[in-house]
């Protein structure tokens, strides 16, 4: 009809354009607002996928380089360099994408055999044929010509000189050999044919003069004779201390060389299920040895401090995932992880602190002579017994990430036992990030329950007496108070509360609780007082205005509880209550502290389940308590049995908003809690929850890191819950809703 | 004979009194709160009296401190003992007080905790004075004489008055031109330059740089070194001239100092100051504080650049949310059908103001600054990179941001308005011919404008007291520059800003010194409350108005 009058002339038709405009216009805008809002869900959850994805393996190919008598292979940090060392210390680097040879070195003494380094594969060790050690070092140069094309060049240095260092008396035979490098010193074990195992250890100082680095070393013989023939492998941690004697048969041995001259001999570790060694290796870090069975598992082993302070070898975990022998095991240069090869051509990549077997994929190699992973852990190389190189591109962002590195209890080097930890960062680059995001929930938690103690109470007691007895003009004040007490800013709250509320607390515990008890107490005996009043006096109380009355009763009450409780300190406490908690009762006592926090996490979330409390009860119909008063219930009963059952969903949804807001705030804590991520529910010790850690780690995270992807985690967790606690609230406030209008 | 205590009981008096404690509480908290960052923002501009104190070491010895009071605590005397203090046995607590004492330079701290008991005397000389400088704080001292060109000038009395107050005007004007130079006019070269260096990268990158460009920039930049060198050497006239003048004091314990007049800020003797005079102090203090710039690392001075930073990014955020989140309730109210899918929509954006802001700084940093900005980056700016321009926090990140969390607020408010109108006067417009967009745009929305005022302010309130996510996508300590300046195209959008939540939460917990910060955080949290319980009442005050005009509507 409209139509037909606006299509007559013109201007109509103008007029109806608009409309039609202004329709799509607004649905256009208003769509769009919806999905911007959508856009953050759709956003976090983008970036937290890539943390649960599997790690993608491509084979990119073969190159026969007929290489054989392999002792030692890598690759350099560009994937662009390849380097062999054969058996007899000669050694080559290879360009990977020609496979042309870029430097040849033949090998300045004639070599039995070399190892790398602990958790620093770029250093070397060759033995010679008359009992020497070599060091050599692997450096690549970068080099960018004129154009800016990059090339690299690769070389082996020899920091300590080109003549083996004379270490074993007689020139004698070695079998086996581990070392370990680090800033100032190496520690070599060496087994002889002799069935001697010996320990060197070599310091590295620079000459003030000459400036070149010179070795001093020490040398000492393990008591006892070591049965060569049954000796899979020695390992040795970074430090040193650690010196593992591995059989063939599973049987570690772990001796402690702290005091070299006086190596003792640790507890003798047996791999379950009678499983025997087939291949070795230290984790990045120099802390864990890697064991890997003919059983197919690979068993992770480290030191762990016991009661009495000395340490024992543990078995800690093992990753199966091999059909059969694990033959070949190596680790990532950056990350606890590793790769393992079978017999029969499986490979896997695990991650050691994740527990994880993060892909499988098939070499189809069953004589191996070498592999390695370049230090970024991107790609995956195997040199077979053919000389044939097999080479694989390997997509492992973010190993570290499992459910049982996110929310178990994890056993993480160092530790005594398995622990919920978060550290995501540390200083130095062999660090294990500890992701463990269950003491952060675990905070947040505790504040949120610290926060609705303190709020409860008064939030709810507050909104049934302003709702059902408060005379309209004290309402119309209050409202608004309790409005401008939501509106405050929750930077000021936790500035006030770490500032100024937890020193004070600190001081007067006792006064606390003493007010705990006073308050109530006082209250009720003064409402008692009250019926003896003068009539003109009470009846005012009865009408509504008791909250009025009572301000100056409870400012005297505050004021009695502060003086009582400073005079209970210094009679019972020693004048102290905090000390006498810390000193007499063992209490650990952090200044900011959840007692702080709950009172300012609950003097924020108060006005939230006041205001929708109050409403829920205020709207109940008035029909419903005016029939119970007018069948003679006192306007407590009525409330009791008739308001409050009613409004209850009404009351539920507003706590349930309150804890929401509780659980996401995070200036209060970050300014009122130590931020220490620690699990206990101690009213006296300090927390770190999920909001306040976002706040403090997220500027300094990597871009698209595992530690900012987890932060993300931590943000989504925080939005799920929060918007299904709050959608689940506003569910049940709808229908109250439709229940009153029906009544 | 009932019981009276009994019936009492069962009548539910005592519950009712016991939830009425409740509401006092919690107004005597909000009330209490209120009044205590009152009473401490405010009070810190007001001159304290400077005490002489004697005082007993525990050797044995007298030292003499010169300083104000600024806390007094009781310890219990246990701990004292504890720490080898001798207190007789029957003292229970000890006061303590904490005197400022300034002069950091020299002794290395500004404060002094001085037990009660071992104060020996206290007099207020009327000759103590009290210099603010722009560097190390506080200084406490008596003047003792005027250096010329390290000279001693020997005056004395009302000569040495006056004299003071020439050459404390004199260092300030210069110091105040040396800054306008430095700050204005080479901050001006200096982004010039800085303008010039990208041009040439862009051309470079564009393959454009042929060697008339080249002999342009270099023109260019010839022109703009000439005048720094000219500016540089106005500056260093100005310096030189600002290096005659020094001052020569006596502190508290005997020693004497010379503090160059080019760092006094302000001079006073409160002992002698009269009333009049302590009002003019505090009120000139008060606007130091809301127009000068932080000094100290943000432990003194003023807070402009906050107050500035906080404006212009709520500006910019209000600008953003509000015809947006206008356009979004007319479309949920007006337009769209209303089904289970607006319901749903409708409790969705109701639950968005209960996600925590945290999240929306997470979203921010991730979505804004990341994807968005770097991608601007790399479209528009190749030439600064690696150092980002919009890839990084700025100020329009974080207005974007805050528009985000604040869209609820603004959707919530304007829809509440458009609900409340009532049916009969939409049929009356459409009855009389108009369109819907003609009804929408000349009833309904004038109608409804007091609610999305409401929407706006409201939004604004929460912004303004907003720091979470700001500390994630762009608000700094201590910016360098404001984000408008006089400087092409004047409003800098990619920069970082300060703000004055952040500024709480940064100078009260990350500062090196929080006690000499404390009283500051105290007003700019004072300042803080101000302008939200201000902005809130408004609100409260304009939603209430618009009520009872649709209650009369209603009734007619």
Same mark, same amino acid.
């Given at each position: ?22 329709? &799509?216009a ?11 809002? +959508? ?7 983008y970036?937290?996928l ?16 007929r ?10 940090e ?22 042309k ?36 070092h692997q ?21 300590f000189?080109?003549?083996?260092l ?6 004698q035979e ?19 044919k ?17 400036e070149?680095?010179?070795l ?21 941690? #970074?430090d ?30 047996h ?8 291949? /070795?290796?230290?984790?990045l @870090?120099?802390v864990?040895?890697?064991?890997g ?6 068993y992770?082993?480290?030191?762990v ?31 606890? @992880?590793?790769?393992?090869? /079978? ?8 991650n ?20 390695t ?9 195997l ?7 097999h ?8 190993p570290?990430?499992?459910w049982?590195? #996110? ?13 919920w930890?978060?550290? /995501? ?17 675990? @905070? ?25 007895f ?8 209050v409202?608004p ?6 509106a405050?800013?929750?930077?000021? +709250? ?20 003493? #007010?705990?008890?006073? +308050?109530?107490? @006082? ?15 009470r009846?005012?109380?009865?009408a ?7 301000i100056?009763? &409870? ?20 004048g102290?209550?905090?000390r ?17 926090v ?8 108060i ?16 029909a419903?308590?005016?029939? /119970? ?9 009525t ?6 059952p ?26 009122a ?17 999920l909001?306040a ?17 987890? #932060?993300?985690l ?15 609230a ?14 | 004979?009932?019981n ?18 409740? *509401? ?5 908290m ?10 401490? =923002?405010?009070?810190?501009f007001?001159? $304290? ?43 229970l ?27 020996m ?9 009290? *210099? ?10 008596f003047?003792l004489?005027?250096?010329q ?8 009395g009302?000569?040495?008055?006056e ?31 800085e303008?010039?260096?990208?041009k ?5 990158l ?18 703009l ?35 160059p ?16 005079q302590?009002? !003019? ?12 710039e932080?000094?100290?690392?943000n432990?003194?001075?003023? %807070? ?6 906080t ?21 949920? !109210? ?17 639950n968005?103001?209960g ?6 700084g ?7 600054v ?5 991608t601007?980056?790399?479209?528009f ?65 004038p109608?409804?404008s ?6 706006m ?7 303004? =007291? ?26 800098h ?10 500024? %709480? ?19 700019t ?6 302008? %939200? ?7 409260i005050?304009?939603?209430n !108005?618009? $009520?009872?005009?649709? $209650? ?5």
């Amino acid at each position: 009809m409209s139509g037909n009058i606006l299509a007559s002339n013109p201007y109509n038709r103008l007029r109806a354009i608009k409309d039609r405009l202004a329709s &799509i216009a607004v649905t256009l805008g208003g769509i769009g607002v919806i999905v911007a809002i +959508l856009l953050i869900f759709i956003y976090l959850f983008y970036v937290v996928l890539p943390l649960f994805k599997p790690a993608e393996v491509v084979d990119r190919g073969q190159w026969d380089l007929r290489a054989t008598g392999v002792s030692l292979m890598s690759v350099d940090e560009q994937n662009e360099v390849l380097f062999l060392m054969k058996h007899n210390g000669d050694a080559t680097f290879i360009r990977l994408a020609d496979q042309k040879v870029l430097k040849s070195l033949p090998a300045p003494v004639p070599a039995r055999f070399s190892v790398e380094s602990t958790s620093n594969p770029d250093w070397l060790l060759t033995v010679t044929r008359d009992g020497g050690l070599l060091i050599a070092h692997q450096v690549y140069k970068q080099r960018f010509d004129a154009q800016g094309k990059r090339t690299i060049e690769p070389h082996l240095e020899t920091p300590f000189g080109d003549t083996p260092l004379e270490v074993l008396d007689s020139a004698q035979e070695i079998v086996q050999a581990a070392w370990a490098m680090n800033e100032d010193e190496a520690s070599v074990a060496l087994l002889g044919k002799d069935q001697r195992l010996h320990y060197i250890r070599l310091n590295i100082s620079e000459n003030m003069f000459t400036e070149e680095l010179e070795l001093e070393q020490e040398q000492w013989t393990l008591p006892g004779r070591f049965e060569t023939a049954a000796i899979q492998s020695l390992q040795i941690s #970074l430090d040193g201390r650690w010196l593992y004697v591995i059989d063939h048969d599973g049987e570690i041995l772990p001796w402690d060389m702290s005091a070299p001259e006086n190596p003792t001999q640790n507890n003798r570790v047996h791999l379950p299920g009678q499983a025997g060694v087939t291949s /070795s290796r230290m984790l990045l @870090g120099g802390v864990s040895l890697l064991v890997g069975a003919d059983n197919g598992r690979i068993y992770q082993l480290f030191p762990v401090r016991t009661r009495g302070n000395d340490y024992q070898l543990q078995l800690i975990r093992d990753f199966p995932g091999l059909d059969d022998a694990v033959v070949g095991i190596y680790p990532e240069q950056r990350r606890k @992880g590793f790769v393992a090869v /079978s017999q029969r051509g499986q490979a896997a990549l695990y991650n050691a602190t994740a527990d994880r077997l993060v892909r499988r994929f098939d070499v189809q190699e069953d004589a191996i002579q070498a592999i390695t992973l370049p230090p970024r852990a991107d790609a995956f190389y195997l040199l077979n017994a053919q000389g044939r190189l097999h080479g694989w591109q390997v997509h492992n962002e973010h190993p570290e990430i499992s459910w049982s590195a #996110l929310w178990e209890k994890v056993w993480y080097e160092g530790y005594d036992q398995p622990e919920w930890v978060w550290q /995501s960062s540390a200083s130095n680059n062999d660090f294990e990030p500890k992701f463990s995001l269950t003491p952060l929930a675990f @905070g947040t938690l505790k504040g949120a329950l610290y926060a609705m103690i303190f709020a409860i109470p008064l939030a709810i007691m507050g909104a049934i007496f302003t709702a059902h007895f408060m005379a309209p003009g004290m309402r119309k004040s209050v409202k608004p108070i309790i409005e401008i007490m939501e509106a405050l800013p929750t930077v000021i +709250l936790g500035f006030l509360a770490g500032l100024w509320f937890a020193p004070w607390v600190e001081h007067h515990l006792s006064s606390i609780f003493g #007010l705990l008890i006073l +308050l109530p107490v @006082g209250v009720l005996l003064f409402a008692w007082l009250w019926q003896y009043m003068p009539d003109r006096w009470r009846d005012r109380g009865q009408a509504g205005w008791q909250g009025l009355v009572l301000i100056p009763v &409870i400012v005297v009450l505050v004021g009695l509880a502060v003086g009582l409780g400073d005079e209970m300190q210094n009679w019972f406490f020693g004048g102290d209550f905090r000390r006498w908690l810390t000193q007499e009762m063992g209490v650990s006592y952090d200044q900011r502290n959840a007692l702080v926090v709950g009172f300012a996490m609950g003097f924020a979330v108060i006005p939230t389940i006041f205001t929708i409390a109050e409403d829920a009860i205020f709207s109940v119909p008035k029909a419903l308590s005016s029939g /119970s008063l007018a069948l003679g219930a006192s306007p407590w009963q009525t409330l009791m049995r008739v308001v409050l059952p009613t409004a209850s969903p009404g009351i539920f949804s507003a706590l349930m908003i309150g804890f929401g807001r509780a659980v996401g705030e995070t200036m209060i804590v970050l300014m009122a809690t130590g931020n220490t991520p620690v699990m206990d529910l101690s009213a006296f010790s300090g927390f770190r929850t999920l909001s306040a850690n976002i706040a403090v780690e997220m500027p300094e995270s990597e871009l698209y890191s595992t530690h900012y992807r987890v #932060l993300f985690l931590a943000a989504l967790v925080l939005f799920l819950f929060t918007f299904l606690v709050n959608t689940a609230a506003e569910t049940v406030r709808q229908r109250l809703r439709n229940k009153y209008s029906s009544l | 004979m009932v019981n009276p205590m009994r019936q009492w009981w069962r009548q539910g008096e005592p519950w009712i009194w016991l939830n009425a404690a409740a *509401v006092a509480v919690c107004v005597l908290m909000i009330l209490g709160l209120l009044m205590l960052i009152s009473a401490r =923002g405010m009070s810190h501009f007001w001159p $304290r009296p400077v005490l002489q104190v004697e005082y007993q070491q525990r050797d044995g010895g007298t030292v003499r401190f010169l300083g104000e009071v600024t806390d007094r605590e009781q310890v219990p005397a246990q701990i004292l003992r504890d720490n080898g203090e001798a207190v007789p046995e029957d003292v229970l607590q000890v006061e303590r007080l904490l005197l400022k004492t300034g002069n950091r330079k020299l002794t290395g701290k500004d404060f002094n905790w001085l037990l009660e008991p071992r104060i020996m005397a206290v007099d207020m000389p009327a000759d103590a004075m009290v *210099v603010e400088r722009h560097e190390w704080g506080n200084f406490y001292g008596f003047l003792l004489d005027i250096l010329q060109d390290g000279q001693r000038q020997h005056l004395q009395g009302e000569a040495l008055t006056e004299a003071l107050k020439a050459k404390v005007e004199l260092a300030q004007t210069l110091y105040e031109q040396i800054k306008h130079i430095e700050k204005v006019e080479i901050g001006g070269i200096n982004y010039e330059m800085e303008r010039l260096r990208l041009k040439k990268r862009r051309h470079e990158l564009d393959g454009t740089l042929t060697s008339e460009v080249l002999q342009q920039l270099a023109e260019e930049k010839k022109v703009l070194d000439a005048r720094y060198a000219e500016l540089e050497k106005a500056r260093n006239v100005l310096l030189e001239k600002s290096n005659h003048d020094a001052l020569l004091f006596r502190t508290a314990d005997g020693r004497e100092v010379t503090l160059p007049t080019k760092v006094v800020v302000r001079y006073y003797q409160p002992n002698t100051m009269g009333f009049g005079q302590k009002v !003019r102090h505090y009120f000139v203090k008060l606007w130091e504080f809301v127009s000068d710039e932080p000094r100290e690392a943000n432990t003194e001075g003023g %807070i402009f650049p906050a107050i500035f930073g906080t404006v212009i990014m709520v500006i910019i955020m209000s600008i953003i949310v509000t015809p947006f989140g206008v356009v979004a309730a007319v479309y949920l !109210r007006e337009y769209a059908h209303q089904g289970l899918l607006v319901r749903i929509i409708r409790i969705a954006v109701n639950n968005l103001a209960g996600v925590p802001s945290i999240v929306y700084g997470v979203f921010g940093l991730g979505f804004f600054v990341y994807a968005i900005g770097g991608t601007i980056d790399q479209l528009f700016f190749p030439e600064a990179l690696p150092a980002p321009t919009f890839g990084t926090g700025g100020l329009l990140w974080a207005s974007l941001t805050l528009a985000l969390l604040t869209l609820p607020v603004v959707i919530v408010s304007t829809e509440e308005g458009l609900s409340r109108i009532p049916k009969a006067i939409r049929e009356g417009s459409l009855a009389l011919g108009a369109t819907k967009a003609e009804t929408l745009w000349r009833t309904v929305l004038p109608m409804a404008s007091p609610a999305m005022m409401t929407g706006m302010i409201l939004a604004v309130a929460r912004a303004a =007291g907003e720091v979470a996510p700001l500390m994630l996508v762009g608000v700094v300590k201590l910016a360098p520059t404001l984000p408008l300046d006089g400087n092409a195209p004047f409003l800098h959008l990619d920069r970082k800003f300060m703000h004055l939540g952040f500024h %709480i939460y940064d100078v009260g917990f990350q500062s090196p010194n929080v006690e000499a910060a404390r009283p500051l955080v105290y007003a700019t949290a004072f300042l803080l409350v101000v302008v %939200i319980v201000a902005l809130n009442l408004l609100a409260i005050y304009i939603r209430n !108005r618009l $009520r009872e005009r649709y $209650r009369s509507l209603e009734q007619h």
